[in-house]
């Protein structure tokens, strides 16, 4: 047996370094060869066109065929209080980034979804509910979606344009124009650039895209305990925006309907709350048992919410229980165990303490607990005045 022949000579090592060298090199130029998806390219123009130069950023992968869409959503039409309440910075935008196959697009994977704000690192659980919500959007539209479908789409839509500029029947075909959510990340497309591929003239074009459901926050009178819901919101807020301008703006349009109206939907079930006085400020888990039980019990969602939604004619009952208790001879087994409560001038006692039960001053303390009705009224009379 030949030891040496066990070894490599240092011809024999060029020669490999040669041949590692012309790997490389068609692994690089089949990199090289991976492109952008045309259909990708247009979603991205249009976002563009529609919201901003800034309000997209791509980070492309090569080398695995991946690319990272980041769609920035403007929430500076939140309320103070309702940012502060949910804990998002109202003057930075939020980010969807979507992670797609860069050569197949639609063709590809279904996107996985991250939602996040830059300079929001810790509590943001309007990201947990708006992933939750815009993964079940996604997965449904991901059933029938492909390149091939989305340009069938939008040349159906292009084919209701004539080059003179007028539209043809259109009033037979304006029911395939989904409504188009205003707010200020999403002006009504009066565009210059927009309005001459669509060959349309400004006045057409205007009354057409004016065909929107608003689903802002400026509006609502506020309440002591969180915003009546308006029905022009809830109602279409969950409507499937269109795909004339490509998937990107569909679900950037999605997010802009979903996300002034998070509070009065279940974080778990994404179902609408029901409220005789209002919604809640905050989002919440709604009362249905398998959500109470999927929270509390199984942690989901926990991150996103921090209770379980009472309305305000619950907390009126519970009250009412409470005061009916004291006076019961057998209060002392119902009051068990018996609330444990800061004091709220001095952090460091207990205002009610399980090892010193003071059943006075708990009556004394519902006694001075006003009904939501009352607060509601006060509230509303110092707004008149």
């Known amino acids: 047996m030949d030891i040496k022949g066990q070894f490599w000579n240092d011809d024999d090592s060029e020669g490999d370094n040669e041949s590692e060298e012309f790997l490389y090199g068609v692994q690089g130029s089949c990199a090289a060869d991976l492109y952008r998806h045309p259909q990708l390219d247009a979603d991205i123009e249009a976002v563009k066109e529609i919201y901003s130069e800034n309000s997209v950023s791509i980070r492309e992968y090569g080398t695995i065929d991946d690319v990272d869409i980041d769609l920035h959503i403007n929430i500076s039409f939140l309320d103070e209080e309702v940012s502060t309440a949910w804990k998002v910075l109202r003057t930075e935008p939020?980010?969807?980034?979507?992670?797609?196959?860069?050569?197949?697009?639609?063709?590809?994977?279904?996107?996985?979804?991250?939602?996040?704000?830059?300079?929001?690192?810790?509590?943001?659980?309007?990201?947990?509910?708006?992933?939750?919500?815009?993964?079940?959007?996604?997965?449904?539209?991901?059933?029938?979606?492909?390149?091939?479908?989305?340009?069938?789409?939008?040349?159906?839509?292009?084919?209701?344009?004539?080059?003179?500029?007028?539209?043809?029947?259109?009033?037979?075909?304006?029911?395939?124009?989904?409504?188009?959510?205003?707010?200020?990340?999403f002006p009504i497309i009066q565009d210059s650039m927009l309005k001459g591929k669509?060959?349309?003239?400004?006045?057409?074009?205007?009354?057409?895209?004016?065909?929107?459901?608003?689903?802002?926050?400026?509006?609502?009178?506020?309440?002591?305990?969180?915003?009546?819901?308006?029905?022009?919101?809830?109602?279409?807020?969950?409507?499937?925006?269109?795909?004339?301008?490509?998937?990107?703006?569909?679900?950037?349009?999605?997010?802009?309907?979903?996300?002034?109206?998070?509070?009065?939907?279940?974080?778990?079930?994404?179902?609408?709350?029901?409220?005789q006085n209002g919604s809640m400020l905050k989002p919440a888990v709604c009362t249905r048992e398998l959500c109470v039980f999927s929270f509390y019990t199984l942690g989901v969602m926990s991150g996103a919410a921090e209770e379980v939604a009472t309305g305000a004619e619950v907390v009126d009952l519970l009250v009412a229980m409470c005061r009916a208790a004291l006076e019961s001879p057998r209060k002392s087994i119902i009051f068990e165990p018996y609330p444990s409560v800061v004091d709220p001038t001095d952090p460091k006692t207990l205002a009610f303490n399980p090892k010193k039960k003071n059943y006075e001053r708990l009556q004394k303390a519902l006694d001075s607990v006003m009904s939501i009705r009352e607060m509601t009224q006060g509230w509303g009379s110092h707004m008149e005045q």
Not at 123 to 131: A, I, N, P, S, T
Not at 156 to 180: D, E, M, Y
Not at 205 to 225: A, D, H, Q, W, Y
């Open 94 to 185: 939020i980010v969807l980034r979507l992670r797609f196959s860069l050569s197949q697009y639609l063709d590809g994977p279904e996107p996985s979804i991250e939602v996040f704000q830059p300079s929001n690192k810790e509590g943001f659980g309007l990201g947990l509910q708006l992933k939750k919500i815009l993964g079940m959007f996604t997965s449904q539209q991901w059933k029938h979606l492909s390149n091939d479908f989305l340009k069938t789409q939008q040349e159906k839509r292009h084919s209701w344009f004539k080059t003179s500029g007028t539209i043809k029947k259109f009033r037979a075909g304006l029911s395939i124009f989904s409504p188009i959510p205003k707010s200020p990340s």
């Open 198 to 275: 669509l060959g349309v003239p400004d006045l057409r074009v205007g009354r057409l895209m004016n065909r929107s459901i608003s689903c802002t926050m400026k509006n609502p009178k506020v309440e002591v305990f969180g915003y009546p819901p308006s029905p022009q919101v809830s109602g279409h807020c969950k409507n499937i925006p269109t795909l004339e301008y490509g998937f990107l703006v569909q679900i950037m349009k999605y997010a802009e309907q979903r996300i002034p109206t998070l509070n009065e939907y279940c974080v778990v079930c994404d179902e609408q709350h029901v409220f």
